[in-house]
């Protein structure tokens, strides 16, 4: 949107304070809002607003002892989307008054069938209010890095999840194969124990036959009983 800025006298020397000063703002499309800050001056600074060299809209603030920032000078209605132009006219009158133009707000496209307004107030503080344009962008920017970084630290948090799992389910398995081939070993050593303990405990067997043949080799080496009268 492009802003002329004409004027015909300066005042105190410095570039920024002028006298019947006239803004041009051009291609607003389909509405426009004009803000800016009212000095605690003893005049009540006066600006007027025309609108494609139409209508025509005047400002008159009540002073008071304060400074009074994001005033809003000027409101369009709800344009036909097209170029239009909005002089902006400071009269030669408020030479005792302060009237500082910070911003405007223009909506360059239509995004519905009725105007979105924005809202505003006036604000009386020490410190002067950013664009509310420049916020917009850094407000997108850090949410836009904030959220490729909180998907990048998920996606490794799940990666070292998966590692770590699979680290453990190896371990598990190689420690119950551990423990079977222990209990196989313990099976194998406990079998031949038991047949050892067969072998020495077991008595000789001895059939009958073999059992009265012995007994009638003992009963021919003893004496006979009348051999001693």
Same mark, same amino acid.
């Given at each position: 949107?492009?802003?002329?800025? &004409?004027?015909?006298?300066?005042?105190?020397?410095?570039?920024?304070?002028?006298?019947?000063?006239?803004?041009?703002?051009?291609?607003?499309?389909?509405?426009?809002?004009?803000?800016? $800050?009212?000095?605690?001056?003893?005049?009540?600074?006066?600006?007027?607003?025309?609108?494609? +060299? =139409?209508?025509? &809209?005047?400002?008159?603030?009540?002073? +008071?002892?304060?400074?009074?920032?994001?005033?809003?000078?000027?409101?369009?209605?709800? #344009?036909?989307?097209?170029?239009?132009?909005?002089?902006?006219?400071?009269?030669?009158?408020?030479? +005792?008054?302060?009237?500082?133009?910070?911003?405007?707000?223009?909506?360059? $496209?239509?995004?519905? $069938? &009725?105007?979105?307004?924005?809202? $505003? =107030?006036?604000?009386?503080?020490?410190?002067?209010? =950013?664009?509310?344009?420049?916020?917009?962008?850094?407000?997108? +920017?850090?949410?836009?890095?904030?959220?490729?970084?909180?998907?990048?630290?998920?996606?490794?948090?799940?990666? #070292?999840?998966?590692?770590?799992?699979?680290?453990?389910?190896?371990?598990?398995?190689?420690?119950?194969?551990?423990?079977?081939?222990?209990?196989?070993?313990?099976?194998?050593?406990?079998?031949?124990?038991?047949?050892?303990?067969?072998?020495?405990?077991?008595?000789?067997?001895?059939?009958?036959?073999?059992?009265?043949?012995?007994?009638?080799?003992?009963?021919?080496?003893?004496?006979?009983?009348?051999?001693?009268?």
């Amino acid at each position: 949107m492009p802003i002329h800025v &004409s004027c015909t006298q300066v005042l105190g020397g410095h570039s920024e304070e002028y006298l019947d000063l006239n803004v041009k703002a051009r291609r607003m499309r389909i509405g426009v809002e004009v803000f800016g $800050t009212i000095g605690n001056k003893e005049t009540s600074p006066t600006s007027i607003y025309n609108l494609d +060299n =139409s209508t025509s &809209s005047q400002l008159t603030f009540p002073t +008071n002892d304060e400074t009074n920032y994001r005033v809003p000078f000027y409101k369009s209605p709800l #344009l036909s989307p097209g170029d239009h132009t909005l002089t902006i006219i400071v009269p030669p009158g408020n030479k +005792n008054g302060q009237l500082v133009l910070d911003y405007i707000i223009y909506n360059p $496209t239509p995004t519905s $069938t &009725s105007y979105a307004t924005i809202t $505003t =107030s006036v604000y009386r503080s020490a410190s002067a209010i =950013s664009t509310p344009a420049s916020t917009h962008s850094t407000s997108v +920017n850090a949410m836009t890095v904030g959220v490729a970084g909180g998907l990048g630290g998920l996606a490794a948090g799940i990666a #070292l999840t998966l590692i770590v799992l699979r680290i453990i389910r190896m371990r598990s398995r190689g420690h119950a194969v551990t423990i079977q081939r222990k209990e196989q070993r313990l099976r194998d050593t406990l079998q031949v124990s038991s047949v050892r303990t067969m072998d020495f405990n077991t008595p000789p067997q001895i059939s009958p036959n073999n059992s009265s043949q012995m007994i009638q080799e003992e009963m021919a080496e003893r004496p006979p009983p009348y051999a001693n009268h």
